[in-house]
C-alpha cells in the first residue's frame, strides 16, 4: 500500500515562531489532506490538496503532486496551535485514506 | 447540517461484552468510512460504504467485527466478544463521491476492561 511519512514527529515551538511540516508519499494520490486533531481527539479539516497552494488565516499548504510531498506551513504559531497534525492520501482507484504518523506541535507561551 | 455524528462517545465494556456504535454522516455523502486510532498513532482505515455497499475491509477488520449501512444512511458498527486490545478510539468519516474530501465525526472512545 501507499506510504506516508511525515516529519518532524515532534516539534517545539515559542508562541509567534514559524514552522513548517513535511508530508512525503509513495505512490499517485487524488486525495490530499492536512488535518489538526484537537485534545479531544476530533480531526479538523485543514486543508484539502491534492496539489497547488490554498492559504487559510495563518496556515497555508503546497501539495507538489509530480515530487510526491505536502508541506504545511504555519505563521505567527499561537498555543492553540498545539495538537497532532496529520496527513492523510488517498490513491486513484483506492477507497482508503491513508494516515501518516503525524507531527505533533507543542507552542510555548 | 451539524456534520458527522458519532454515537456515544464514551464506551466502557467488560471483556468479552458485544457493542455497537453509530455513524450519521453529512446528509448529502454517500461514502462513509471507519477508522480506528490508537494512541501515539494515526487513524487506521478499518471499512468504506457507498451509499449501502460495503466495498472494502481492511485486514483489521477481524470477523469480531462487523459493519452495516442500512439504506445507504447511518451506518453501524459492532464489536462482538470484546478483547482489551479492541480500546481505541473509532471514527467515522463521510465524503461525496464527486470530491473526495474527507469530514470526520468527533469518535466514540472505547474503553474494554
Known amino acids: 500500500g501507499i506510504q506516508v511519512e511525515q516529519s518532524p514527529p515532534d516539534l517545539i515551538l515559542q508562541e509567534g515562531a514559524n514552522s513548517t511540516l513535511r508530508c512525503n508519499f509513495s505512490?499517485?494520490?487524488?486525495?490530499l489532506q492536512w488535518f489538526h486533531q484537537n485534545p479531544w481527539g476530533q480531526l479538523i479539516n485543514l486543508f484539502y490538496i491534492p496539489s497547488g497552494t490554498k492559504q487559510n488565516g495563518r496556515l497555508s499548504a503546497t501539495t507538489v503532486a509530480t515530487e510526491r510531498y505536502s508541506l504545511l506551513y504555519i505563521s505567527s504559531s499561537q498555543t492553540t496551535d498545539s495538537g497532532v497534525y496529520f496527513c492523510a492520501v488517498e490513491r486513484y482507484n483506492n477507497n482508503d485514506m491513508r494516515f501518516g504518523a503525524g507531527t505533533r506541535l507543542t507552542v510555548k507561551p | 447540517d451539524t456534520g458527522v455524528s458519532q454515537d456515544p462517545r464514551h464506551k466502557i465494556t467488560k471483556r468479552g461484552q458485544n457493542v455497537t456504535f453509530r455513524c450519521d454522516p453529512i446528509s448529502e455523502h454517500n461514502r462513509l468510512y471507519w477508522y480506528r486510532q490508537t494512541l501515539g498513532q494515526g487513524p487506521e482505515f478499518l471499512t468504506y460504504f457507498q451509499n449501502e455497499a460495503q466495498l472494502e475491509k481492511s485486514r483489521l477488520l477481524s470477523d469480531r467485527f462487523s459493519a452495516e449501512r442500512p439504506k445507504g444512511s447511518f451506518s453501524t458498527l459492532e464489536i462482538q466478544r470484546t478483547e482489551q486490545g479492541d480500546s481505541a478510539m473509532y471514527l467515522c468519516?463521510?465524503?461525496?463521491?464527486?470530491?473526495?474530501?474527507?469530514?470526520f465525526g468527533q469518535g466514540t472512545r472505547l474503553t474494554v476492561v
Open positions: 505512490d499517485s494520490v487524488n486525495n
Open positions: 468519516a463521510s465524503s461525496r463521491v464527486a470530491d473526495t474530501e474527507a469530514f
